[in-house]
């Protein structure tokens, strides 16, 4: 139990094209959604927080209007990286929490390179 | 401002040795401690989540203790394999449930 999926898991862009990323839990009602970047060979970094039906919470530094984050289900968030550049090439992985002990359960990641 | 921090940050090893990463948190007001691994390219594979009001948990070769007053966690795994290799990230969650993750510990265990 417990499964979070993304897709896709790798993706090619162009610059200044728009990228959409779906974080799924495929087994039980996610509360509460989370969505990280991962620079190579750096540690995970939260980006934001989102709750079914509200606005993502975005931490400091992020760009709310370039990186758009939608929860629109229980079970369902997606980010959209908007007028993608290079620099936004990146692993980003989400995860998904319940109710309860809060454990986060983490999708396997989406790699986004931007050319 | 919740920290972690991972030490080492690069270890190797010999097959066979019993070894210990250390994570510490500068906020002792956690509510999770979770350790996990990720192998080069790819996502995170959770090991162990300590709880709160838990002082360890074990799984198999790994024992993972959690030391709130101090703020440390460490994770011990004994006997180590060379299929060990990876990188091990600890993360804290605080009120708002949301992750904090350490710097991480590259490990490396020789055949």
């Known amino acids: 139990g417990a499964v979070v999926s993304q897709h896709p898991s790798w993706v090619i862009c162009k610059s200044g094209t728009s990228v959409k990323i779906e974080c799924r839990s495929l087994?039980?009602?996610?509360?509460?959604m989370f969505w990280y970047r991962q620079f190579p060979k750096q540690s995970l970094m939260l980006m934001a927080t989102?709750?079914?039906?509200?606005?993502?919470?975005?931490e400091q530094g992020v760009e709310k209007d370039k990186f758009l984050i939608n929860h629109a289900s229980l079970t369902l968030s997606t980010l959209t990286v908007t007028s993608a550049h290079p620099e936004d090439s990146s692993f980003y992985i989400c995860?998904?929490?319940?109710?309860?002990?809060?454990?986060?359960?983490f999708g396997p990641g989406t790699r986004l390179t931007v050319t | 401002k919740q920290e972690v921090t991972q030490i080492p940050a690069a270890l190797s090893v010999p097959e066979g040795e019993n070894l210990v990463l250390n994570c510490s948190f500068t906020?002792?007001?956690?509510?999770?401690l979770q350790w996990f691994r990720q192998d080069p390219g790819k996502g995170l594979t959770s090991l162990l989540l300590?709880?709160?009001?838990?002082r360890e948990q074990t799984s198999g070769r790994l024992n993972a203790s959690l030391d709130k007053s101090s703020g440390r966690s460490t994770l011990y795994i004994a006997a180590s394999q060379p299929g060990d290799s990876a990188t091990y990230l600890c993360?804290?969650?605080?009120?708002?449930?949301?992750?904090?993750f350490g710097t991480g510990t590259r490990l490396k265990v020789l055949a």
């Open positions: 995860s998904a929490t319940s109710e309860g002990p809060y454990e986060q359960y």
């Open positions: 989102s709750n079914e039906g509200s606005k993502a919470t975005y």
């Open positions: 906020d002792s007001a956690i509510y999770n």
């Open positions: 993360a804290a969650s605080s009120g708002t449930y949301k992750y904090i």
């Open positions: 087994d039980f009602q996610a509360t509460t």
């Open positions: 300590i709880q709160s009001s838990q």
